[in-house]
Structure formats: C-alpha cells, structure tokens
C-alpha cells in the first residue's frame, strides 16, 4: 500500500482526520491543494485552475513517495471533478498518475464550519452532494471505507481498526 486518499463533501472532516492519521501512524500528509490556491479563494477559478490543482497534487504525491512508503492524500482528483461538474456544469478529468490503494469517505459532520471555499451550508445540501461522490466511486469501481460522523478521536480509532482488519499499514 501505497497512497490513501480521504474524501467527501465539504464539511466532513477530511483535513483534520488526515492530519491526525498522519500523527498517529507517523506517515506524510499531503493537504488539499485548493485551500492555498488564490484564485479558489478568491472564487475566480476555472476548471483549467481545478486541472492544474491536481496536476500539482499528484506531482507532490510521487515526490513524497520517493521517500516514503506510504502517503495520506487530503482529496483527490475525483472531487476536483465533482466540483467542476457541480460549479462550471463542465467534466473534467482528473488523473491519478499515483494510483489509490484506499479511499477513505468521510461523512459530512452536522455542525457546519465557515470556511472560505465552502459552499453547501444546510446539512441535508451536503448529504444529498455525498450521493454525487458514492455515485461516482461506484461509476469507477472504487471501494469506499464510510467514515461515520463521529468525533475526531472516535474517527481516527475507527480508521486504524480499519487498516487493521486490511492489514494495510499497521
């Protein structure tokens, strides 16, 4: 195993679980490009802008795995995808030149948190989203380990029992 890649709506969780797995299991952690990019947080990017952000992502995820064995990615070109459908009503693809050997679905988390390059701040908005990401890991023929909406101590115990029962890492 390779590279794990948490993923879900917006508001679910992911950066904080991939940095704490990361901590914990003492792996690299790779953040989700997007959340430094101006244009994004300035609500002027394009699906060209989103291409780019995973072109990036994955240049970063072969650099990282050069020396080391294991990689926690914060997203993945799938939500980038998403997003550029979602936004632009425009496909694009995204490729994953490090290919993904689990992916981690965060359920979206009931409290809502600001966040400058969120959108969706009614929980039932983001519960119907999620539908979009299930519907395309199963388009793609990817397994999803579902990370319940449970706190972040409760979500990283989760996880590891999970990789465990994989034997995946630990």
Known sequence: MKRIVI?????SGKTTLGKELAKRLGLAFIPEMCRENQDVLKGTETP???????????????DVLSSNDLVIC??????LEI???????????????VPVDMYLFCNTLPIWEEDPIRALPKHEDRKQHELLFIEKYTEMGKDL????ALTIEERVEFVVEQLKERNAII
């Open 74 to 79: 914060d997203t993945s070109g799938v939500e």
């Open 145 to 148: 380990i579902m990370v319940p």
């Open 48 to 62: 060209s802008t989103l291409i780019e952000l995973n072109k990036l992502q994955e240049t970063l995820a072969q």
């Open 83 to 97: 997003w550029s459908k979602s936004k632009f009503k425009e496909e694009i693809k995204c490729e994953a030149i």
């Open 7 to 11: 993923t879900g709506v917006e508001n």
